[in-house]
């Protein structure tokens, strides 16, 4: 759904900005993985496409609230990030498939990398709720780009928060994937739930098949529209039947199994797809 | 507010641009597609095609570059899954339809011919001719003129043939004339011109394909140029009128260069609704000027400048 | 930061656009025109020319229309007041000329021949052919050779002679080719593509000639893959990119592409001084990416991809 | 010059929007007669050109302020409207040739309609300077759009100001034309000056011609760049020597002497225009 969000509150969070706007029928069907479309730059702006960002958390507030954290990466971000209290932004979600929750308790890592690091959290409270045992594992390249570390510490009673930064300012020198496998061994973890950059992504994979253990990954590629009619989003995925589509990052996603996303593929059209130029075609006419 | 697209009742002026709206669903979770003129789909091919690697978008000021390459699931599947999921719903549709030669758009438009649920078949000669060094069909006459021939020829005869032209040619009128001659019901216009973008930090194309297709409101002056031009040169062919529009005035605009009906595509990525909004933001403007049907003011920015203005200051019952 | 335009140094990569300086003295009264990389001219006729009726100009997303018509002194007083005064100051100078049949071209270039001032000529090709029912010589590779021709076997053999093309043409390349072959020393693309408005209160077209030139970013897409093709083609031939350039960024855009030298027209319309702002951002953007002297980075964006960016990385010294 | 200006203060002035903006270089030198053309929409906006506005009023506060008054008609001055005191926007100006003052004191009436009332303010006090007696004729199509009658009657101690509205909802009903000839008869009035729409400077011009005295004009066409570098503000004028050209109202204007303004032209290329098509041109070459 479409809707005129009011902003509540802004903050800044280290290197990040936190928006909370007030957004009733999102934060209501919010489930975590989901994201948003939010358009940018205002009245009569050269900016026709909206940005997607992830709904770090709602709150019943004001008949329901969506929290936004991003990095003022552009020009659309940066405008973003100089709303203030009482702005109205447009905001289309709850968008994308989010990620499937465990039908049994089980242990459960999640991983979140840079902005990525957003997405843990309530997914944290959802499989909380169904007994589950959470351990975070959080990182980015330095210290102030690494989100949530507090809260993650605050829902964690009976786990473990790991950080991990590039320039070791805070935690364990290095990314979250050196950090990944120790955690799983010492939890003895069931799935490993991922959110950060592609490459990140991939590389978590790789740890969850080492480790024999299935990976949920939220992934990340440039839209246009969120909504799945523009197919700009595309990534290789593995599908059940053993076939590669070219499935939408925004309406097939954003949460793939980690080991059906063919990352070392992403940005061509594997020769095997379907529909791939010169005979990956499975049904031609 | 009605209109007729050749013989074709639509019930809203306003439809979807090929290749904006997928498969049809994505848009029906946000409202009833039945309140579209007609729904066009993406650009039909005879196999499934996977399409270009990404990255396939780029912003551009005022608009965005895309090179999705027509990734969709073939003519089989469509015709399987994705057409009779709009007929059974009796929602219009128009299938577009992509080739890359004469005999795959004969080949295509055969297979829609008896389909149940075309409602008009829409020619994308934007597509790159294999047999001519990959010189895109919609850039040269004679080749669009023999595309919309063989199309003609096999499709159901009260099914609208719909040919849909391209902005990058040094006379669209004369590619116009071409279809119209060779038996187009109708025009669509424009595709996307042909533009591309350059990352200045990876110091290359930002788009994997390296050139893309400009649409966004950047693109609705050449729009309502061609509009404008062609209506000019044959007043009795309709027109859907394509490119840029985000607004019911945009959408106003191309009717008074001559457009009977108006597709939609980079706004739907803006705003799902927008389809709808626009409908309605046309419809507000036409009573507000006085007109009782959109039928009069098609083509009417052609009048001579200071004829009267006859429809106006009627009462008004769209 | 210098540039070559075919032989001429030029002191600046960044020149005016064709028809957005006027006379050259109204930008004076803002800054030194010899920090220009040229200022080119409007476009001059033989005879004075009023050009067209109001409203001339409108207003488009990320762009505007303008149909000026050439308005101008006409080449004698051009030459009796215009040129000198630039002269005199020791202002490169670009004159661009426009005619409606090649013998008014040949004979504009026969007045320049032996003027003292002239670093180059640009042949604005966007003119009407009135010996070919209007059509404009650019859209068409023949006639565009013709007047090239014309023009470069008068003109004094160390002047450039700098075609100026259309991006409204099927295939730019084919025109570009013609002109080179012609004897055209450089190129200069993009003029505006042709478009329209419709105002929807009066419902007549927003300029009173009915359509206009787009001008403005949103045509920057356009532009750059003109100049990319045209690099990719004839990569030997020095390309002035013009069209759509606000920023140090998209003059960087256009340079990736293949461009030696960048023209501004419509940015100079909203920021009198923004050849220079555009040149300080563009040599900033180049020492920050590690680029010694801007034709290391002339279309360096047709580079195979993952080949070594062997400029990167070296100490600068624009 | 170009100067970024921050705002000082917004008020709205019945129909209309006023701003003062800090601008020191444009504030000096300042002239009555002289605009500025202000960029609209901010970063990242599609509005490409610029917005010709009237100086109305200078201040020395601040090393120089310059107030603008307008009607938030499209979308440019209506993001116009929206600014807030501290906002910046920039500026080019001051453009235009200035209203020519009399070396001589007289007897002069300036007459000012719609948003155009703006500028005879400060062309009052200029002559006022020089010993001229001023009289006022502001007139609107209504009430709400009369601009400027208080402070006209506050500067008007020896003199009259004369308001008008079409609906008689203030002042006299008519047209400032309709009172112009009566205020010309009693003040003996030696020049009239006036700034307002068109068909309005047409009438005044008509009416002075009438009475045998010199009408100043300053006239409103639409503008891409206010410099004298588009060519897309042309009018017909005629020249000393009799040649009507067309001529920029931005930098050949904005002010005329009404009499030499062919405003029944205005819109057209008249045949015997210098230039004109099929042969008004009197160098060919
Ligand atoms: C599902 C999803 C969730 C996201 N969640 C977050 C989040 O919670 N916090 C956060 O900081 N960032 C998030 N991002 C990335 C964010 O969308 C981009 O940083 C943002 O779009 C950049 O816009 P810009 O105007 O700042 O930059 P520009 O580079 O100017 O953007 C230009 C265009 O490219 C698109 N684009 C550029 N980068 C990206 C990208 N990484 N992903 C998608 N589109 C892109 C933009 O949408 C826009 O159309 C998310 C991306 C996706 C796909
Ligand atoms: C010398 C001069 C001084 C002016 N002073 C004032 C003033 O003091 N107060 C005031 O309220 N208005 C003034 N105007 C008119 C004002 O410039 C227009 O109302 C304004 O440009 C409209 O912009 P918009 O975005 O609101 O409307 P739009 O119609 O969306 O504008 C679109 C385009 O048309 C141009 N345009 C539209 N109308 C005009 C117009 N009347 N004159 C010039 N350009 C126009 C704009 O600059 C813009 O490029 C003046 C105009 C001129 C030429
Ligand atoms: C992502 C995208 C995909 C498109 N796919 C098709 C297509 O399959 N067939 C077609 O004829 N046009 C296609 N178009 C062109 C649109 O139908 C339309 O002509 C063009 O985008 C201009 O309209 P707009 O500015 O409203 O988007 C596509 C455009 C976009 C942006
Ligand atoms: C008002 C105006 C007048 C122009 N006059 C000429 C001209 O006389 N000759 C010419 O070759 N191009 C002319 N052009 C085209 C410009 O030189 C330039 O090619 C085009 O505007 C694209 O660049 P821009 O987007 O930077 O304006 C004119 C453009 C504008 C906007
Ligand atoms: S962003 Fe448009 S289909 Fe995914
Ligand atoms: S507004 Fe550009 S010349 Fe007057």
């Known amino acids: ?285 | 507010m009605r209109t007729f697209l050749a013989h074709v009742e639509l019930a809203s002026p306003v439809t979807t641009a090929a290749g904006c709206a997928a498969s049809g669903r994505e848009l029906a979770q946000f409202f009833d597609l039945h309140r579209l003129g007609a729904l066009v789909t993406r650009s039909i091919t005879m196999a499934p095609r996977a399409g270009r690697p990404t990255p396939r978008m780029a912003e551009t000021p005022s608009g965005m570059l895309n090179a999705v390459g027509l990734q969709g699931p073939g003519i089989d599947v469509f015709l399987e899954r994705e057409l009779p999921w709009l007929a059974q719903r009796g929602i219009k549709t128009i299938v577009s339809i992509g080739g890359g030669t004469v005999a795959e758009y004969a080949a295509l438009a055969r297979r829609l011919a008896d389909a149940p649920g075309v409602t008009a078949v829409e020619v994308n000669l934007s597509c790159p001719n294999i047999e001519d060094r990959g010189r895109v069909f919609a850039r040269e006459g004679g080749a669009a003129a023999e595309v919309v021939a063989s199309v003609r020829s096999v499709m159901r005869y009260d099914a609208p043939v719909v040919a849909k032209l391209a902005p990058d040619v040094a006379d669209i009128v004369s590619v116009a004339r071409a279809c119209v001659d060779a038996g187009a019901d109708a025009l669509s216009m424009i595709n996307n011109p042909l533009g591309m973008s350059i990352d200045t930090v990876s110091l290359r194309p930002a788009l994997a394909a390296v050139t893309g297709g400009l649409s966004g409101p950047a693109v609705l002056p050449l729009a309502v140029r061609c509009v404008w031009q062609v209506h000019s040169a044959l007043p009795g062919t309709p027109i859907v009128g394509v490119g840029g529009v985000m607004t019911g005035e945009d959408a106003f605009q191309l009717v008074l260069a001559g457009a009977c009906a108006v597709g939609v595509g980079t706004a739907l990525f803006h705003d799902p609704y927008a389809c709808l909004r626009i409908e309605r933001e046309l419809e507000d403007l036409l009573r507000a000027r006085g007109f009782q049907r959109l039928a009069d003011a098609v083509g009417l920015a052609h009048r001579p400048p200071g004829s009267p203005a006859r429809h106006l200051h009627e009462e008004s019952s769209l």
Chains 1, 4 share one sequence.
């Open chain 1, 1 to 285: 759904m479409q809707v005129t969000g009011t902003v509540l509150t802004t903050r800044r969070v280290d290197a990040y900005h936190a928006l909370t706007v007030v957004a009733p029928g999102i934060a209501e069907r919010f489930r975590p993985g989901h994201f948003v479309s939010v358009s940018v730059g205002g009245a009569r702006t050269s900016m026709v496409t909206r940005r997607a960002l992830y709904v770090h958390d709602v709150k019943p507030e004001y008949g329901g609230t969506v929290e936004l954290v991003f990095t003022a990466a552009g020009p659309g971000t940066s405008w973003l990030a100089e709303r203030r209290a009482r702005d109205t932004i447009a905001l289309v979600g709850p968008l994308g498939r989010p990620f499937p929750l465990p039908r049994d308790p089980c242990h459960c890592v999640l991983v979140g990398a840079e902005h990525g690091a957003a997405v843990p959290i309530p997914l944290a409270d959802a499989l909380a709720e169904r007994g589950c045992r959470v351990d975070f594992v959080l990182g980015a390249a330095s210290a102030d780009r690494v989100f949530g570390a507090m809260r993650a510490r605050r829902m964690a009673e009976r786990a473990t928060v790991t950080l991990t930064t590039e320039d070791g300012s805070l935690g364990v020198r290095g990314a979250v994937t050196d950090a990944l496998p120790g955690v799983i061994a010492d939890t003895r973890a069931d799935v490993v739930y991922a959110c950060g950059p592609m490459r990140t992504l991939r590389e978590v994979t790789a740890v969850g098949i080492e480790a024999g253990i299935p990976v949920q990954v939220a992934v990340e590629e440039s839209m246009a529209c969120g909504i799945g009619i523009c197919m700009t989003c595309v990534l290789p995925v593995i599908g059940d039947d053993g076939v590669t589509r070219m499935l939408r990052a925004c309406a097939d996603g954003p949460v793939f199994r980690g080991e059906r996303v063919r990352f070392e593929d992403v940005g061509t059209i594997p020769f095997d797809a379907l529909g791939a130029p010169g005979g990956g075609a499975r049904h031609v006419g």
